[in-house]
């Protein structure tokens, strides 16, 4: 009972506080408070909504403007052209802008190279769009929209007071919203993509899905802020709405506190807010002004990843008391099922052109459950592009995939990993800002067959420990040397209990040591019951690991068979070494 | 005899000095310094932000005035201080602000701030706590539906029927009237008010409306739209500008080899139309220049003086004195008009004394008891002539030896 209590009592309290500030107007402060409040909960939840998608997801947009514009004229045109009330107007300006961002979602989230500061671009185009639509259609027609006729409803002892609730409400749920996401499979989608999205959707990310969800959230809320904002201001204007002050303030903002962080957006927006506040006097306003942009300046240089992330480090770096209890290695039961006659991949005629360039031309590959087929072949030949097919981060040009049974080839990336494809790089690509333990988790989250978080978070522990990475957890991949990357690759891929794990040089750039100990990792891998292909130029981890090694070259499959007979084919060795040497 | 008559005179002559001595230093005494509590007249301005150059002109006629004002009896015989706060040329600050005016700071009365959307915003605070606003820079009167609410310009109450009527008669009274016209105005919502007007009052009066042309407010490429107005060659262009619209205009026709014959710009920036090599003869809206007869008008000599003073000390671009620096004098003129009339600070009996009274201001005569509170319209138009504004119409209103020159 007393526990329950204990545990109880947080939720409670903030509850009670919740329910506490939500009050606020009936306690008689003078209304300045209630007003200079709702602009403080006003930017709260425009620079959150922000974040939702630009910050988690890492999409900058510029375009924040247009879906807070949308929802403010949505509002402004049914509540004075078409006597809708006001409050029943707000639905309408959460679900036009989410609709609206859906529709630019769907176009925009499909081209892989509208990211970045093109993707930044195209939202700040997209403002200009929708507000020269607005100025020229009779939504507004240039003449602005004067809303005083509009009755406001008495939620409140004051006009100012049902402002501040309406926009608490909104707030709260908007951080319930971050919140709720930042800590869910959503959130964790999201961070991936900010990360590395080709990694995130082979990873089993649906970043397509995700990215629309995420965009269609920060729209409607934005949406629904400018719903109440069209009642606050009283004369709307197409200059006054689709402005550069929302974007650059809900940049700033979230930046200042955090925009990776659920609450990091919240904070900056009120620290920004109230100092711009504190500096209006007539004497003060330039010299303020100045101040707080020196202010800014500082802390963003200080603080590149926001208050919020800064202070969460430090308080991490402070002695707990206690030291991390080891985390509880769960047992994995090894498969004992040999290499059996079973065919798990089927490769037939794949084809892949770049252009004029034909990387992939038509190869057939077979590859039988737990066997570990070495992919060889020179520079250029086609070994990486065929992982890079079969795991979908290329579609094909030609031919067809099948795993178990089933053709995988016209599937996008993050379908392929959820049927048990995984697959490492190169060149290590962890998610960067996420710990060792968090990249394994995402990995095995979306990778790996359907487990409760506890189960996911046990066999991430297991599979770091596995791969000797052990006491790493709380590491950020930057603290990690080039070894440790690679068995964090490994590390995210086991944990998603492959069906086909696609190694790519997991051994280039390690040094003899570290190659032995990752030869030897491969055979436990193996001893799992894996089924492998890996490409490998080390010839001697080829021989000793692979159960048949497929020679590629110039984008054909050049041999095939048992290791040993592959490698003393003549013309295996004059792909190797030139026919002039092997003559 | 001799005595009596003397005590007689003596005693006139006492008395006469007397009363000499006290006819002589009763206005002294009116002029005594006020005293007491301060009178808190709380504003915003747009100090910074898009508005900003505008604020530094409406700040200085403020502060001239309440100078002015505390130099005579204060309100009731009690110190004016002015309250000033930055608004950042948002509205959803200035309706913030007036709040804190008036609820955290408790000012007694409060002055509007400037433009339409921050004056809308905040007028809706003022009419919650019945606070009369005075203001000078709303160009759409029908908005102004508070019952306390004035206007310190003589705008009217329907300027998009009155100025087009003062315009076109000017336009008449040329050697050879416009019969054709094109209208262009930027899509600024008192702009656009005012062009829609420009065009119904045209049409009504018989001169053929060519060409109505909207475009964005901010807008820098005027090819196109040069090239439409060329081509309809009006006898008279129309343009509702706001800024450098006008300038850049003017040099897109210019490069079109085109120069338009008569040509009008709302509300453009004075000093580089006038300067401009194509602003020459350009026409504009005003309600006052610092010429006669606006300068015999009372104190206005030196408003200017004191005027320029102060913006040439504040690195001011423009530092002689406009209907934007006298728009904030008028205001403040009608406040202490209106606090002495009424013998009060009650904000009630102030607004029943403005609209049963008519004030003089810098702009003249106003009087408050029309629809949306406006009386009298008073535009006028100025034109620029050798490089300077000078008030062409109506022509009781021209600078002495001015006329308003056709194209």
Known sequence: ?583 | MIEQIGAWRRRRVLTGMAAGTAVLAAPALLRAAPSGKPVKVGGTLSLTGFLAQTAGIHRIAAEIMVEEINSRNGFLGRPVEYVLLDDQSKPEMARSLYEKLITVDKVDLIQGPYATAPILAAMGVAQRYGKVMIQSSMGIPKLQTYDRAFPATPFGPEPDKTYPNVILDAMASIPTPPKTIVVLTSKFPSAQFMAKGMQKEAEARGVKVMLYLEYESGNHDFGAIAARVKEANPDFLWVGSLGLESNLLLEALRKLDYAPKNHFHLYPAPGPLALSPDGDRALCSTFLEPDEPFMSRPGMKRYAAEFKERATKANLPYTTIDAQACGMISEWQMLEAAVNGAVSLDDAKIATWLKTHKVDTVLGHLRFDGPYNHGDASQMIKQVQHKEWKVVWPKEFAAPGVKLIAS
């Not at chain 1, 957006?265 to 506040?277: R, Y």
């Not at chain 1, 990843?305 to 430090?314: E, F, I, M, N, T």
């Not at chain 1, 038509?362 to 060889?376: H, K, Q, S, T, W």
């Not at chain 1, 021989?543 to 592959?566: C, M, T, W």
């Open chain 1, 1 to 583: 009972m007393a526990m329950k209590v204990a545990r109880d009592l947080p939720r409670l309290v903030a509850a009670l506080a919740v329910g506490a500030f939500a009050l606020l107007p009936t306690a008689g402060l003078p209304a300045f408070y209630d007003s200079f409040l709702y602009l403080v909960l006003f930017w709260v939840s425009l620079a959150t909504s922000w974040a939702l998608l630009s910050g988690f997801a890492g999409y900058f947009s510029l375009g924040h403007a247009a879906f807070f514009g949308v929802g403010l004229y949505t509002t402004a045109v049914m509540a004075t052209k078409f006597d809708v009330p006001f409050l029943l107007t707000l639905p309408a300006a959460a679900i036009l802008p989410a609709l609206l961002a859906v529709v630019i979602g769907a176009i925009v989230f499909r081209l892989r190279r509208l990211r970045g500061e093109l993707f930044a671009l195209l939202t700040l185009a997209v403002t200009f769009v929708i507000a020269t639509i607005v100025l020229n259609t009779p939504i507004d027609g240039g003449g602005g929209i004067f809303m005083s006729a509009v009755p406001l409803p008495s939620l409140m002892p004051t006009p100012t007071g049902t402002f501040y609730l309406l926009a608490f409400v909104i707030c709260v749920t908007t951080l319930a919203i971050a919140w709720k996401v930042s800590h869910s499979r959503l959130g964790m989608g999201l961070f991936a993509i900010h990360d590395d999205e080709d990694v995130a959707e082979a990873k089993g990310v649906p970043t397509f899905r995700y990215k629309l969800a995420a965009f269609a959230l920060s729209a409607g809320i934005a949406g629904i802020v400018g719903g109440v904002h069209a009642m606050f201001v009283g004369f709307i204007t197409v200059a006054g709405t689709f402005e550069l002050t929302v974007p650059l303030y809900v940049v700033l903002m979230s930046v200042l506190g955090g925009s990776r962080s659920w609450f990091g957006p919240a904070v900056g927006a009120v620290v920004i807010t109230t100092l711009l506040n504190s500096f209006n006097s007539g004497d003060q306003a330039m010299l303020g002004r100045a101040f707080v942009g020196f202010i800014l300046i500082v802390a963003i240089l200080w603080l590149p990843d926001g208050v919020v992330p800064a202070v969460r480090k430090w308080l991490k770096r402070r002695p707990t008391g206690a030291a991390r209890a080891g985390a509880a290695v769960a047992p994995v039961v090894a498969s004992t099922k040999p290499a059996g006659d079973r065919t798990l991949l089927e490769v037939r005629g794949a084809t892949k052109r770049f252009g004029g360039l034909l990387a992939l031309a038509g190869v057939d590959l077979d590859v039988r459950e737990g066997e570990i087929v070495g992919l060889v072949g020179p520079n250029g030949s086609g070994k990486t592009t065929l992982i890079n097919v079969i795991s979908g981060h290329y579609p094909l040009s030609g031919g067809s995939i099948a795993l178990d049974g089933r053709q995988i080839s016209a599937l996008p990336a993050h379908d392929i990993a959820r049927r048990g494809v995984a697959r490492t790089y190169q060149i290590p690509r962890p998610f960067m800002n996420m710990t060792a333990l968090e990249n394994v988790i995402a990995a095995a989250t979306f990778g790996g067959p359907s487990r409760s978080p506890a189960e996911i978070r046990e066999e991430s522990l297991h599979w770091m420990a596995f791969t000797g990475l052990s006491g790493k957890e709380d590491m950020l991949p930057a603290g990690l040397n080039l070894h440790e990357r690679k068995f964090l690759e490994l590390a995210r891929a086991l944990a998603t209990k492959p069906k086909l794990l696609l190694l790519d040089e997991v051994l280039s750039g390690l040094n003899p040591t570290e190659i032995d100990n990752a030869i030897r990792l491969v055979r436990a891998i193996r001893a799992q019951g894996a089924t492998i292909v890996f490409v490998e130029h080390l010839m001697r981890a080829v021989v000793e690991l692979s159960d048949r090694v497929a020679v590629l070259n110039e984008g054909k499959l050049f041999a095939l068979g048992a290791p040993h007979e592959v490698m003393r084919d003549p013309g295996v060795v004059s792909i190797y070494l030139g026919k002039a040497y092997a003559a």
